[in-house]
Structure formats: structure tokens, C-alpha cells
């Protein structure tokens, strides 16, 4: 395997094995790495990443970092896969392809408190290269190379996603959510429909100025904040 | 003094007093910070920064981080200064603000070795606010303040030369050399001039893809690499 090669504000990381790249990086931001590390693990069957930020913006704010990732991913597989695979982002941190499971984004920061500006900020993803074993249990979940891209280099892909990544930040600062809100609404997955999430049930009908999600049910429209998603 | 934000993939260090930060930034770089470090000192009579960075090429590819940098000042100075005031940039580093000269861009690397991706690179700069003293004795230098800029805040202004830096590191990764170069010719000091660089002199004609400097003299023409302006 060649090394993946970054952009000049970010510095790569291997793990290997069953290592987490997500894991590793929030332990090196707790004990103080500086923004851009991206962690990663580029295995057989999965590739998997994670990127250490540090938004100065409170975190209510800066959870915009998780549909900005995964955009940078969405745009990375559009660049490197064949032009007929489709790629949908759900709320939640879901990765679609052609409509199945396929992995999914996930954060964390160093302090829950909306209003308060973290630290740092982890953002990670894990994606499915192969379905080891029996895919019958899970008929809903696909890999990368079950879905016509056995071409695309994990490694590639990988500094795809970070150069992506880096320009929509690069968008992001001199923008607002505007320009990423336009985008990620195109590449939403089950607006209009009715979902379940964070054991809230309804239609869900967009997204807020933060990228809350707004849910219909029977009597009321709530707002669900994206730091709901914030892990612990 | 309110405190710089800086985008999620930079985190700022004020320095105070007489403490240089392209040194602090470099004394960073060798205990091993990560990129995206950017120090800086807002004094009263000068706003000075350096910026850490961890670029995957060769450090002659590397190099071009200087005059992008520089770019990102005359834009940040272009979004906050009257429209009247023209901002140019030397091949040396030099930043000239209606002609007169007004700071500059320095560089400096783990290992000053062409073919060698370097471990880091830091590129900084300082920029005079305020004349201080007899500005007499050297008539063709200037001051941020003096040229109509009285009104620039050094923290906006720092905080927009990050932003427009890092718009330009994406789009450094997205399209390479080119749109870098086309933006800095059009902001070179001395094209077509009679120039006494590094030691040579001779008709500034251009760059080369790397920003190296071509300069005929009587005989030839000769490229002068930019790490050439490496420090030690």
C-alpha cells in the first residue's frame, strides 16, 4: 500500500489491525494534538478514518463539521467512483450507496455544552470495502466494491475525502452553513419521508440553520439538534 | 484586544512582547506541534504571524507555500483595505503597500534539501502598523497605518489572512500550481524591472512553475529556486 499524502495543514496516522482511528484520535486530542491530525485505517475490508478539528465557534455551531465531512466524502466517491453509483447522506451520520447501508460518520467532542466552544472536535467515519461472511442477515447493508467501485483505491479515496473536506472548510469559513446547507440538502437521504431517530418518530422535513432536523409528527414540528448526535 | 478565531483545521498561540513568531513557530515545529499552528504577536506597532506547516511533497514543490501565504495577505488586505490601496508582493518576500516597501514573508524547514519532503515548514511574516522614530532616514518604507489604513483591525486582519490561506491551500490541492501562479503574477513587484536578488542582477522576467525566479542577465537566463530564501 502507498501512503496516503495530505494537504500541508493536515498530518496523517496510521493504525492497523482492529485499531479505531476514531478512538485514537479523540485520545490524542484529550491529551492536546493540535487541529488536522487525520487518523486512519485503511484494512482489507473497511476503510476508516477520523480528523481532529478545533472550531473556535461554540459547539451548537460547530457540529457542522459532521454533514461537512461527510460531504467531502460524498464529493471524494463522486471524483473516484463510476458516475452511476449514488451516494446519500442520512441525519444521522449514515452513508448510503445506491440506496443500501454503507457506513457511517460519527463525533465527538471535548465538552457536550452547546454554547460553549470545544476544544477539539472529532469527526470519523467507518466504510464497508467488502461483506464478509453472509450478507443474507442484513439484506439493507452494502460495501464500496458490492456496488461497482472494486476500482476505487482506499487510499485514494481516503485523500480525496481530506482534500474535500479541506475545501469545504476552506467554503465554510468564508461562506457560513449557507453554501453546505444548499449541498447537503441535495444529498440528504429520507426527506419527506417518515423516520425514526433518537426515538423521536415523524416526517422529516428539512433541516434547520444548524443542521437541526425538523420533525413532524401528529401534533407539533420539533427541531432536533445535531449535537444530539455528539457521542460521550 | 478581542482574540483571533482561526478556522477549524488552525489553532492560534499569542505571543507578547518582543517574541518573534516565526521563531516560536519554528521552535514548535522541532519539538514535533502539528501543522495548522498559527502564533502570532498583535503588538502596537506591528502584527507579525507564522503559520506550521506539513506539507507531503518535496520541499522544492513545498516552497510555493510562500508566496501563497503572501497571497492570502494581500487578499485579507484587499477584503479590508480602502479599494485605492494596492498591495504587491516581492519574489524575495517583500510586501509593498503603494510602492513602499511595508514587511515581509519569511520561510524556513526541517531540512533544507529540495528533493526531501520536509517534516514541516513554517512561513510567516510581520507588517509594519506604525512608523516609529525619524521615518527619514529610509523614505521608500511605509507602514500598514500610514497608507490610509487606519481603520484595518490587526486582529480582522490576521484572522482574514488565515481564512484567505487556507482558501488557497484548498485550491493549492485541487488545481496544483496554476491558479496560484496566475494570481500571483498579477500581484508581482518589479516584472520586467532591472533587480538585485540574492546576489544576482539582471531583467525579472518572470517565474517558473516551481516560482522560481528567471532573470536574464548580459549572457543568459538563469531560474533562482525559492528555496533559495530557505532560512537556516
Redesign the interface.
Known amino acids: 500500500m502507498t501512503e496516503p499524502?495530505?494537504?500541508?495543514?493536515?498530518?496523517?496516522l496510521a493504525v492497523t489491525g482492529s485499531a479505531d482511528p476514531f478512538e485514537t484520535a479523540c485520545n490524542r486530542a484529550i491529551v492536546g494534538?493540535?487541529?488536522?491530525?487525520v487518523v486512519y485505517n485503511t484494512a482489507a475490508d473497511r476503510l476508516s478514518a477520523a480528523l481532529v478539528?478545533?472550531?473556535?465557534?461554540p459547539l451548537a455551531k460547530?457540529v457542522a463539521?459532521l454533514p461537512l465531512c461527510a460531504i467531502g466524502l460524498q464529493n471524494a466517491l463522486g471524483a473516484l467512483a463510476p458516475p452511476e453509483v449514488a451516494v446519500h447522506l442520512e441525519w444521522e451520520g449514515g452513508i448510503r450507496l445506491n440506496g443500501g447501508r454503507c457506513g457511517s460518520f460519527r463525533m465527538a467532542a471535548s465538552d457536550n455544552t452547546p454554547e460553549v466552544e470545544p476544544r477539539w472536535?472529532v469527526v470519523g467515519f467507518f466504510l464497508p470495502l467488502l461483506i464478509l461472511g453472509e450478507g443474507g442477515d442484513r439484506p439493507d447493508e452494502t460495501a464500496l466494491f458490492e456496488e461497482g467501485c472494486a476500482d476505487v483505491d482506499p487510499v485514494r479515496l481516503l485523500e480525496s475525502w481530506a482534500?474535500h473536506t479541506?475545501?469545504w472548510?476552506?467554503r465554510w469559513?468564508?461562506g457560513g452553513n449557507k453554501p453546505l446547507h444548499a449541498e447537503w440538502r441535495g444529498l440528504a437521504h429520507g426527506i419527506g419521508e417518515v423516520i425514526e431517530v433518537q426515538g423521536h418518530s415523524g416526517v422529516f422535513l428539512g433541516i434547520d440553520e444548524d443542521f437541526g432536523m425538523l420533525l413532524r409528527d401528529e401534533t407539533s414540528t420539533r427541531s432536533l439538534p445535531l449535537t444530539l448526535l455528539l457521542e460521550t
Open positions: 499524502t495530505f494537504p500541508p495543514l493536515m498530518s496523517g494534538c493540535d487541529a488536522g491530525l478539528l478545533t472550531p473556535d465557534v460547530a463539521m472536535l482534500r479541506l475545501n472548510i476552506a469559513e468564508e
